[in-house]
């Protein structure tokens, strides 16, 4: 069978948990304001702002981690951004995150033809390279799809273990969670809630700008004008699919990925030349909205998400 | 505590509020507002509603801040709007809308706030055993694993207790803690508090409820729009005194004389739907049936069914005599069904919409609109007649109605759903968080519906409103309903005995 030949291919795996990558930064960045209480629609925007933030600074002379913390830099700008108006002005949280996506947008390009005026082609970077790591990347199978990655890789896994630990083991996850339920509690209990959301968002849409620099500096090694092409709003969903827990948001991206690497491969397969190729790239989409469909019955939605909360009115 | 130590600490007052005023636009809320408290003392605090006393205590918790006035606690003055400093200063409250997360444990919602932000653990294991050893102490039994959001409301409130205690709080504001307990809940609340008191907490405890406060307090303050009309010992006054400082004049509750059975204008046989088995009830036209009972037994249901949000397992339901083919929530209103619902909060209102927009609700296709559009002067007049009707303190027609003091809430609705002259008016806890003029008016309302012909079906736990208002009494237990008997037929003693669900002859 050719599918299970597929599935069972270490170089599948390895592409899965390589297009997951970017998925997973984002869909935990989105998981964290929206644990805190608010939904982040800047996502799509903050992405191309931090694919490009990350690709260009490199390109500028900066060494690599040096592009991602330029990225991380930009992300949370625009989460600060989000955030002040999000929160203590709480405004509609559809519009200004809407808003900050169209911003994000058009600064990036904007910024791209004033940096690089003359170019055709964008300029390519040394992007970051795979990193075996020694005694694990001979694990059969697990070995090369799993430990023979770029290290942002490494560090989107490590990164969504550290949120899931800071979410549910340490006191400041717990208010997260408390002011996504219901910020009266967290104010009544002596905390800001407003401190407590801005910070949420701000940290959250830093990872979201990783997620994005992951794509021009992981994934490919220059930067495209629909390269982010959607992802944010599938990290959005991904959210819902992961019911707000960030374990189950990442295999859901990686869930999501390997149906995007299944597509691709199924595509140059002998099956792609019977069925039209444009059936296979909507397989992973729809396959998301299916799963999205079944999973998210059971899912706790944070009461206070995008209930705005004002001191001292009621 | 002898007379002497008593003299000491009267000079040192644990807490202090000077000169506190409050404005919310037009509305003054408080008005140089003066008082303190000692330690060991108990202050109730009394007033009609929207007089004042949730702004007040949250003028003193520091969730908001006042105009004028100083707070001080142990002396040192609390800055304003600070909630933490308030909480670090020992001052705990338990607020009249409960502050709990639902999604998160007993445990979690007593831990929140209390640790370092940038602590790497939550400690679960430390915080239960406090919380264990709180429970026990303070006779507070509930499970600190479990999600609050399955708890019932008077666990709920042991939660908020917990979490002021957890804080070694020292002074406790309650507020209107008893509204939505059980009598025998509230029983069990005043030995907590016994039990605080004899450790040297202090507590400001609100109610409506005037033989609670004679039972728990030692001073009473009685707020009237904003102001602090009146100080008592508790020794030096009673119940009828305070009632009457309270709304500024003689309190008396209406005589409700029981009536004769009108015709039966809806009859439940053999029903079952949701906890309800088998119940037999008749309301007649022209009488009060009161439902007795400790709530969770099926009021609920009963109420949901007879205005159509629930709808028929088995049995027959009937309206003056017929069979309806359909029973909805809309049909029921169309066959002069109004409801008087128990959470305000959840069932009765919207919360951000304004006050002419809760009022028309259930009406405004039919009376409001004129071909497809509104017609809000329609609308707005029909409010401002029900203000006024109906006693509602508030700016006007426009107010959102979540800025409503409860009990002014409580008016609206009743107003919005007498004034559609309704055969058969479901009361479900009518009067809960009211104050007693306020309680006294809807029990007036209610007798004059009857006397205009309406049927009455009357839910409470209140066993003295049930016994004073009904004609007929029915007790629920277990969504069992006992037969039907007439005022004065049964005694408390054997009220108390059907409650516990003896009696019921087919007892499952
Ligand atoms: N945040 C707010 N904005 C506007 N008005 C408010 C606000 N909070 C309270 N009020 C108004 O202040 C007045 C006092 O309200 P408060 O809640 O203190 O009354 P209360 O004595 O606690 O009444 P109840 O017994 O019904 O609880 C009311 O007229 C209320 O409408
Ligand atoms: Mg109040």
Redo the contacts between chains.
Sequence with gaps: MELLDILLSASFWAAAIRIASPLIFATIGELICERAGVLNLGIEGIMVAGAFAGWISVWAGLPLWGGVAVALIVGMAFGLLHSVLSVPFGLSQHVVGVGITLLATSVTFYTYRVVLPEVSSPPKIEAFQPFEIPLFSDIPLLGPALFSQTPLTYAAFVMAGLTAFVLF????G??V??AG??P????????SVTAIRMGAVIVGSGLMAVGGAFLTMSAFDSFFFDMVGGRGWICIALVVFGAWRPGKALLGAILFAAFDALQIRVQQASLGTVIPYQIFLMMPYVLSILALVLMSRSA?V??ALMVPFN??T? | MSALETGAERADPVLRMQGITKRFGSVTANEDISFSLHKGEVIALLGENGAGKTTLMNILFG???ADKGVVEAFGTPLPA????????AGVG?V?Q?F??????TVW??I????????????RPARVKAKTRDLSARFHLTVDPDARVGALTVGERQRVEIL?ALYREAKVLILDEPTAVLTPQETDALFATLREAISMGLSIVFISHKLHEVMAIAHRVLVLRHGRLVAEREIGDTNAEELASIMVGGEVRAPEVPALPAGPALLTLTGATAGVLQDVDLTLNAGQITGIAGVSGNGQGALSDLISGVLTLQSGEMQIAGQTPTHWDARTAIAHGVGRIPEDRHKAGTIADFDLTENAILETYQTDFSRAGWMDWTKARRHTEHLIQTYDVRCPGPDTPI??LSGGNMQKLILGRVLEENPQIIVANQPVRGLDIGAVNYVHSRLAAARESGSAILLISEDLDEIMKLSDKIHVISEGRLSPAFLRGALSVAEIGKWMAGQGFAHAS
């Design positions: 083991r340490t006191p400041l717990l208010a969670r408390a339920e219901n009266s509690a967290v104010a009544a209990q002596g905390l706790q944070p009461a001191k001292g009621r | 969730q908001y801040s709007g600070a909630p933490r400093a308030a909480l670090d409250m607020h809308h502050t709990l997360a639902d999604n998160l979690e919602n831990a929140l706030g209390t640790q370092e932000l940038g602590a790497f653990s939550l979490k979540r800025l």
